[in-house]
């Protein structure tokens, strides 16, 4: 059982277009975040969620916007894709309510822009 | 900004050999974490030391904390081929937002 999952894994898409990643974990837990890692393998944190609701938003380009549904649910739409933002991007969970200190990692998405 | 540094950026040893990698950061701390990525996968938990902590073990693992110096280290002791991966430190901080804020990373090579 996959415990945090992201779709898709893999993305080639033109500048200009919209696109999203969808990631959903099955652990429980009430905290979700989206890092990106650059092509020198910086992991620098976007968003995080807490019971759908956005407790951190770091300095991000509005074209960034994440959703909750729901809190096993978080994702990420991103508008006009600039080559810029081409990386891979993870999602992570946690259980802050719990006292959980670490986070739970997805597969990742690796983006790429034409 | 990105928060901590890590070095040796590279490590290649041979098995058998230990491996140890340091990571500094710059704020105070509620805890560091070491985490491993294998090529292609996402990040996996290793270990967590608290900031009133100064050494914790985890198998072959041995992570040491100096917040005076605001430095890590994690040893990996009898090292094998398969912990080749990347090596990230992150600290959460005690500013209240609950985020890690992760280090540049260690890419470690072990030769068979």
């Known amino acids: ?114 | 900004s990105q928060q901590g540094e890590e070095d040796p950026q590279a490590l290649s040893i041979q098995e058998g050999e230990n491996a140890t990698m340091n990571c500094s950061y710059k704020t105070s701390i509620n805890n560091l974490q070491w985490y491993r990525q294998n090529s292609g996968r996402g990040l996996v938990h290793l270990i967590l030391i608290r900031s009133n902590e100064r050494e914790k073990h985890s198998g072959r693992l041995r992570v040491t904390l100096d917040t005076s110096k605001k430095s890590s280290s994690l040893l990996i002791t009898a090292s094998r081929a398969a912990d080749t991966a990347s090596y990230f430190c992150a600290t959460d901080g005690t500013g209240g937002y609950n985020k890690l804020i992760f280090g540049a990373g260690t890419r470690l090579a072990v030769h068979p």
């Open chain 1, 1 to 114: 059982d996959t415990a945090v999952s992201q779709t898709p894994k893999y993305l080639v898409t033109q500048m200009g277009n919209d696109k999203s990643i969808k990631c959903e974990q099955n652990l429980g837990h009430d905290t979700m975040y989206w890092y990106k890692q650059d092509s020198k393998k910086f992991l620098k944190i976007m968003f995080s969620y807490n019971n759908k609701e956005l407790i951190i938003n770091e300095t991000v380009p509005n074209r960034f916007s994440p959703k909750s549904p729901d809190k096993a649910h978080l994702n990420l739409h991103i508008n006009s894709l600039e080559l810029g933002d081409s990386a891979v991007y993870f999602c992570a969970s946690r259980d802050l309510a719990g006292g959980m200190e670490t986070q739970y990692f997805g597969p990742g998405t690796r983006l790429l822009v034409l």
